[in-house]
């Protein structure tokens, strides 16, 4: 079956302690993002990778790190977590450049104290 | 950088009624346009995707049309149900940095 996972789910972490959400597609797409989604704020691109290396700045990048090794994998880092990125998190990916449809994980909510 | 808006933020509707959720972009060098449907605190489930050169598309009850000169773009969904209840959000896909808009919150009361 075609799909984009997540992993963890769910995470409750402490201020401070890094941590990796990762994302692996295996649909063979080139492309692959990371958005967060925040109540009255709607879903907002952090990072994307169009292809394996090759990895660019979304919207709102401060405090997350990202990289692109293989071309399944697209894992989140968030080297020192913070309150403020308490957030639900979702990896993207689609074949190509333009306009080809995009899938999405599940989600990953992130809690940090 | 492309701003999406979506009207109305949230609508209520009798069981029955047909829905018109409309989605506006202000970047018309779009390639496709894509709708999802988004339960409370889930993922984003792809309803239909909208080739530039097309004008409509159609899937069961919905129906999307898509005017890109006018930036513009509108979803239907006939006859409405109660498990049509959810957020609906349109990403019009250019390159790389996509922008959502904030949805269509629906609720269709039985």
């Known amino acids: 079956e075609a799909q984009v996972t997540q992993n963890p789910r769910y995470l409750i972490t402490v201020t401070g302690k890094k941590l990796t959400v990762t994302c692996s597609q295996n649909?063979?797409?080139?492309?692959m993002s990371w958005y967060r989604q925040d109540p009255g704020l709607g879903l907002r691109q952090i990072y994307y990778?169009?292809?394996?290396?090759?990895?660019d700045k979304g919207d709102v990048p401060e405090g997350y790190k990202v990289s692109r090794k293989e071309k399944r994998n697209f894992p989140l880092i968030l080297e020192s977590p913070s309150p403020n990125q308490t957030s639900l998190y979702f990896c993207?990916?689609?074949?190509?450049?333009?306009?080809?449809?995009?899938?999405f994980g599940p989600g990953t909510r992130l809690t940090v104290l | 950088k492309q701003e999406v808006t979506q009207i109305p933020a949230a609508l209520s509707v009798p069981e029955g009624e047909n829905l018109v959720l409309n989605c506006s972009f202000t970047d018309s060098a779009i390639y496709n346009l894509q709708w999802f449907r988004q339960d409370p605190g889930k993922g984003l489930t792809s309803l239909l995707l909208i080739q530039s050169s097309q004008r409509e598309q159609t899937s069961g009850r919905l129906n999307a049309s898509l005017d890109k000169s006018s930036g513009r773009s509108t979803l239907y969904i006939a006859a409405s149900q109660p498990g049509d209840s959810a957020t609906y959000l349109c990403?019009?896909?250019?390159?790389?940095?996509?922008?959502f808009g904030k949805g269509n919150q629906v609720v269709v009361i039985p």
């Open positions: 993207a990916s689609r074949q190509g450049y333009g306009g080809n449809e995009q899938f």
């Open positions: 990778s169009m292809n394996v290396e090759v990895t």
């Open positions: 990403a019009p896909l250019p390159g790389n940095r996509l922008a």
């Open positions: 649909m063979n797409h080139e492309y």
